[in-house]
């Protein structure tokens, strides 16, 4: 397995999509519990202002790239810069504005040190059916009044071998804690998708995991409103060119233009983490 790349002090494990099944079926086969964290750009921002979120998701033994900021991120952090103190900085500057346009335009270009975007979505799916084959079972955490439900209805029709141990659409307040776990335990849940959104959806992970049955814990964030249908996700050609944040946008504008900040925070942060490093 490839060593973890560092955008801004945060570990991302640079895997294809055949390492993280890799990785996933070994974590689930082995002694002991694993987190896995679906890191984006804005992970990394709220990492830079909250040490214990960025322990966390460095201590995570799953860390993927679930954005495609995070692919230009580290292509832009590898970039070669001439030293002129000026010129380096213009240099920086227009490298950065090039690599956002080729994510859109020729998304390969961007896949070197990190080779894939692993959404949230998709890694779900793929966890799901990791569990029907091993036969484990899944319990839905988070998201809205409802959401769980209905996701959970959605894959036991979609999946009829899938085992759902179980739903809560609580919050993760402190003191919330006991009574989910209480029923996570009943069941003998496998594994936990959490969508209470980060930081909060990863440091309950860390908290509450070794508390639980469960071998594995995913942070999913706004996955369970995807599968329950309530949000609709981009077409395939979005997806791949780095373009499914714009039909988000469109589907959920206050939302989206709230988070917009941290994108162009994270934009700003790496420029200046590339200038100060050869």
């Not at 966390?56 to 580290?74: E, F, K, P, V």
């Not at 090039?98 to 979505?121: N, T």
């Amino acid at each position: 397995m490839p060593k973890p790349v560092e955008i801004l002090k945060v570990k991302i494990d640079p895997f294809t999509w055949d390492e993280v099944r890799e990785r996933l079926l070994y974590l689930l086969n082995k002694k002991g519990k694993s987190q896995v964290a679906t890191i984006n750009s804005e992970f990394i921002v709220q990492a830079q202002e909250n040490a214990d979120f960025l322990e966390c998701l460095n201590s995570a033994q799953l860390r993927t790239a679930d954005g495609s900021g995070l692919l230009i991120g580290a292509h832009f952090l590898a970039a070669r810069l001439t030293k002129i103190p000026i010129l380096r900085q213009i240099q920086a500057f227009f490298k950065l504005i090039w690599y956002i346009k080729l994510s859109y335009i020729y998304p390969r270009i961007i896949k070197k040190p990190i080779p894939d975007r692993i959404a949230g979505v998709d890694l779900s799916l793929e966890i799901i059916k990791l569990a029907i084959n091993n036969h484990l079972s899944i319990f839905l955490l988070g998201a809205g009044v409802g959401v769980a439900e209905k996701a959970a209805l959605i894959l036991q029709t979609d999946y009829l071998d899938l085992k759902i141990a179980g739903t809560y659409g609580g919050s993760p307040r402190i003191e919330d804690e006991e009574k989910i776990v209480g029923l996570i335990n009943k069941h003998k849940t496998d594994i936990i998708l959490v969508a209470y959104g980060a930081p909060k959806q990863d440091l309950w992970i860390k908290r509450n995991l070794k508390k639980t049955t469960a071998k594995l814990a995913v942070g999913v964030g706004g996955t369970l409103d995807i599968l329950s249908g309530d949000i609709q996700r981009a077409p395939i050609f979005m997806q791949e060119h780095g373009l499914e944040w714009l039909f988000r946008l469109f589907q959920q504008p206050m939302i989206r233009f709230k988070r917009l900040p941290r994108l162009l925070k994270f934009l700003r942060l790496i420029y200046h983490q590339r200038l100060k490093t050869d």
